[in-house]
């Protein structure tokens, strides 16, 4: 008999090629099941609720495996913490119900992005952490651009092309900016019941051009629109962006 678990996992994602395991480079997925299958005495696969890219962080990525019955939770969360890397941190290890799948579950992710925009966004001590742009932001214009995108919308603009998925559509329930403290520049929260692949770089990175006063206002909901004659701006750097939690319904909790 196993049971399941849910791993809130904090992470660096600098040293990472993303969360998902790869043939070649170093993945989250890959330490984290490492761990667990020491512990365990066999193969365990953990599952996310958002497959990070190269470089991005988390401070809160829902994780869900199964262990055999003799774990509980505080010990799992003592010895996982004892064996992960020094970049790789286990905040909380909850028991849950079974049949919980951390993505399959979820009913909303939580994204962050950092931007500084004052001189010092480039010290080695931040600019790791955050998009190190070092020039001012018209905060009311990325306002308008937020507003745009709340509710749902068809995001295939906001996507990879290549992306597998069956439809594009998402539901953003919440999308705003905000000062950082001491003046270090702007933060950016989403959440949504799904996110595409670089949606959220993709959204910041546009965004960042209106209010840099590159494109116009009018492009966001041109592009929410699905204006043919119309591109998104690059992404946003991953350094900046960070998972921060993922929702559940209280029956997945034990």
């Not at 995001?155 to 594009?168: D, E, G, M, Q, T």
């Not at 492009?219 to 993922?246: H, I, N, Q």
């Amino acid at each position: 008999m196993a049971r399941t678990f849910l791993v809130t996992l904090h992470y660096d994602g600098g040293g990472f090629a993303g969360w998902q395991r790869q043939a070649e480079g170093r993945t989250v997925q890959a330490v984290v099941e490492a761990a667990l299958e020491r512990l365990a005495g066999l193969a365990v696969r953990a599952h996310a609720a958002g497959r990070t890219d190269a470089g991005v962080h988390a401070v809160g990525m829902a994780v869900s495996c199964s262990m055999p019955e003799r774990w509980t939770d505080a010990p799992l969360h003592r010895a996982l913490n004892a064996l992960l890397p020094a970049d790789c941190w286990a905040e909380s290890v909850r028991e849950m119900r079974p049949g919980f799948h951390a993505r399959t579950s979820a009913t909303g992710r939580r994204y962050r992005y950092l931007i500084g925009t004052d001189p010092a966004a480039s010290s080695p001590f931040r600019r790791r952490y955050e998009w190190a742009l070092g020039q001012p932001l018209d905060r009311d214009a990325l306002e308008a651009a937020s507003d745009a995108i709340l509710a749902e919308h068809d995001f295939h603009a906001f996507s990879v092309r290549s992306s597998p998925r069956a439809h594009k559509r998402c539901r953003i329930r919440t999308a705003r900016w905000s000062r950082r403290p001491e003046n270090q520049g702007l933060r950016f929260d989403v959440v949504a019941d799904r996110f595409l692949h670089h949606m959220v770089r993709m959204l910041v990175g546009t965004m960042v051009d209106i209010g840099l006063g590159r494109r116009a206002l009018s492009d966001m909901a041109r592009l929410v629109a699905l204006d043919p004659g119309l591109t998104t701006s690059p992404p946003a750097p991953a350094r900046g962006l960070y998972f921060v939690a993922a929702d559940y319904p209280p029956e997945c909790f034990a």
